[in-house]
T-cell receptor, first 114, second 113 residues
Framework: ETGVTQTPRHLVMGMTNKKSLKCEQH?????MYWYKQSAKKPLELMFV???????ENNSVPSRFSPECPNSSHLFLHLHTLQPEDSALYLC?????????????FGDGTRLSIL | GENVEQHPSTLSVQEGDSAVIKCTYS??????FPWYKQELGKRPQLIID?????GEKKDQRIAVTLNKTAKHFSLHITETQPEDSAVYFC????????????FGTGTRLTIIP
């Protein structure tokens, strides 16, 4: 299934670098999500966009900056990250964010902060 | 907000036997409960979901039960096969006000051949 595509799959960066994660969905969905998955922790919701508008910021530090130029694309801009930010970052989409629609995930970006 | 607890964290089952994973939730207004399967190095994939207006749903070897009074729901896998080995996550969402999926901590299921 290639409905939700994330790039890059792996990223290693220093704490002073600036990089971006990209997510693209080909499912015609209107809602997109960023999640953080760390070892032995539940999936943590970071941001929610519905029809390109941010509707949820789950107390995420400002060193993570999301961007949603249209309903098919979602970015996560990273700068001055900390070692504890190393994790798998998953993007997901759903038809919309009401009525509890199933979410479809991408393969994630494995991020390592040196 | 919603809090979802999942047990056990690890589960080993002989091939052919059944596996049961249990979750409890705190918000009585939650009304949608999906289950995701995540194989090693792969994306979480929805395997089954249930809404609060039904008590049980089945799809081949997988079934989910919901007890709204006790606020718990369970995943049942029968006739387990090696390809069932994965991490399983439960989740809960409330439709009105805050449509945010809250996930459990996951159960690593290992099927022993």
């Amino acid at each position: 299934e290639t409905g939700v595509t994330q790039t890059p799959r792996h990223l290693v960066m220093g704490m002073t670098n600036k990089k971006s994660l990209k997510c693209e969905q080909h499912l015609g969905h209107n809602a997109m999500y960023w999640y953080k998955q760390s070892a032995k922790k539940p999936l943590e919701l970071m941001f929610v966009y519905n029809f390109k508008e941010q509707t949820e910021n789950n107390s995420v530090p400002s060193r993570f900056s999301p961007e949603c130029p249209n309903s098919s694309h979602l970015f996560l801009h990273l700068h001055t990250l900390q070692p504890e930010d190393s994790a798998l970052y998953l993007c997901a989409s759903s038809q919309d964010k009401v009525a509890a629609q199933p979410q479809h995930f991408g393969d994630g970006t494995r991020l390592s902060i040196l | 907000g919603e809090n979802v607890e999942q047990h056990p964290s690890t589960l080993s089952v002989q091939e052919g036997d059944s596996a049961v994973i249990k979750c409890t939730y705190s918000d009585s207004a939650s009304n949608y409960f999906p289950w995701y399967k995540q194989e090693l190095g792969k994306r979480p994939q929805l395997i089954i979901d249930i809404r609060s207006n039904v008590g049980e749903k089945k799809d081949q070897r997988i079934a989910v039960t919901l007890n709204k009074t006790a606020k718990h729901f369970s995943l049942h896998i029968t006739e387990t096969q090696p390809e069932d080995s994965a991490v399983y996550f439960c989740a809960a969402i409330t439709n009105f006000g805050n449509e945010k999926l809250t996930f459990g901590t996951g159960t690593r299921l290992t099927i022993i051949p």
